[in-house]
């Protein structure tokens, strides 16, 4: 499967669109003569709602991917290379009005100069191709330099991997741009819920990395009382069926040995 048709599919069963469908749909339908069908549907959506809202099914299908791999206590004295997946920069709002602008995944972009920072002498991959259906545009790796420059990261360092369209050849695209050698030390940092998948992705193309997992977001204790909520609950459940959707997706196809890669 292509990754526009993946896109494409994703828009038709992600949940926020299919329950406002179903409210739109049933709200309709009240004016006329399946006005009985209309009440069921809007009652189903105002129920998917409340479930949504209040019991967080997102929440547990995102601690099932976000605690598969546990942030590590210790890392390598010595690196080849740090590599970040794209995902972090909202690429039209950056288009549109010269600024980059970081969306809800910025924790890679900041953990990714840290790194930069801590080993001075590794290689520095943003693995981020034009992720947009409809239109060209410049490439999430071109649009992340000057951001990295300013904040301190060294211009001759960095290596963009301006193609890839999704974890796949994210993997496949940068293994071929930096010539990996035997023996090299290499760590990967993308969001928490992704990195099974990613980690999986490349350990299938033969390259075992160190992962190095951020933006965590499933609830935590203390999020009871304020953290359940329905605008929550959908970016929880759209992020995390999204993800188990793509597992499925790979596994069937063969980029990844398991459904849910383990360290």
């Known amino acids: 499967m292509s990754p526009v048709v993946a896109k494409v599919i994703w828009i038709a069963v992600n949940p926020a669109n299919i329950l406002l469908g179903l409210f739109v749909f049933g709200v309709l339908l009240l004016f006329t003569r399946w006005r009985r069908s209309g009440r069921l549907l809007t009652a189903l959506a105002a129920l998917l709602a409340l479930f949504i809202a209040f019991l967080q099914p997102g929440a547990w299908l995102m601690a099932a991917l976000e605690e598969r791999f546990a942030p590590p206590t210790e890392l390598p004295a010595n690196v080849a290379g740090i590599i970040v997946l794209g995902g972090a920069i909202d690429t039209l709002q950056t288009g549109r009005f010269g600024q980059v602008a970081l969306n809800g995944r910025a924790e890679r972009v900041t953990a990714f100069v840290a790194l930069a920072k801590r080993y001075p002498e590794a290689k520095l991959v943003y693995s981020g191709g ?105 970016v929880l459940l759209n992020v995390s069926l999204r993800e188990w959707l793509s597992l499925a997706h790979y596994y069937i196809a063969g980029r990844i040995d398991r459904l849910l890669p383990a360290p």
């Open 130 to 234: 034009a992720g947009i259906i409809v239109k060209e545009q410049t490439s999430e790796a071109e649009l992340a330099k000057p951001l990295l420059v300013a904040l301190g990261v060294p211009e001759a360092r960095l290596v963009l991997e301006t193609k890839s369209r999704d974890t796949h050849e994210n993997a496949l695209m940068t293994r071929d741009l930096v010539k990996l050698a035997p023996g090299e030390v290499w760590i990967l940092v993308t969001s928490a819920a992704h990195m099974p998948r990613a980690a999986g992705t490349f350990r299938r193309i033969g390259w075992t990395v160190v992962p190095y997992p951020v933006d965590f977001r499933h609830l935590g204790e203390g999020d009871e009382a304020f953290g359940r909520n329905l605008g929550r609950g959908l």
